[in-house]
C-alpha cells in the first residue's frame, strides 16, 4: 500500500526555522519525482518544491529560503524552511505530483508572533 506520512510541522515565530519530514512507504522515492505542496486557508494547492535526482526546484515564494531533499536509505523527504514568514503559514503536504496527487494527511505549519 502506497502511503505517505509528514509531520514536523508547528507553531514558530517569523524568521525561525522548521524542518518537515515525509516517510514515505510501498514505493521508493529514489524511483519518483517528489513534490512538497502547500494549502494556506481558503486557498487551493500551491506547489512548493520538487526533486528528483540531482534536481530541485522551488516556487519563487520560497527560493532561497526553503531546501528540499531526500534520504534514500530512510526513503524519507525533508523540508528544511528557514526564514519562516506568515504567509508561509499552511497545511503542509508531500505529494507524486506537482498537483498534490497521492499527498498524505499533511503537517500544519503557522507562523505567527
Known amino acids: 500500500q502506497v502511503q505517505l506520512v509528514e509531520s514536523g510541522g508547528g507553531l514558530v515565530q517569523p524568521g525561525g526555522s522548521l524542518r518537515l519530514s515525509c516517510a514515505a512507504s510501498?514505493?521508493?522515492?529514489?524511483?519518483?519525482?517528489m513534490y512538497w505542496v502547500r494549502q494556506a486557508p481558503g486557498k487551493g494547492l500551491e506547489w512548493v518544491s520538487t526533486?528528483?535526482?540531482?534536481?530541485?526546484l522551488y516556487s519563487d515564494s520560497v527560493k532561497g529560503r526553503f531546501t528540499i531533499s531526500r534520504d534514500d536509505a530512510k526513503n524519507t523527504l525533508y523540508l528544511q524552511m528557514n526564514s519562516l514568514k506568515p504567509e508561509d503559514t499552511a497545511l503542509y503536504y508531500c505529494?507524486?505530483?506537482?498537483?498534490?496527487?497521492?499527498r498524505g494527511q499533511g503537517t500544519q505549519v503557522t507562523v505567527s508572533s
Open positions: 505529494a507524486r505530483s506537482r498537483a498534490g496527487s497521492g
Open positions: 510501498g514505493f521508493r522515492m529514489s524511483s519518483n519525482w
Open positions: 526533486i528528483n535526482a540531482g534536481l530541485t
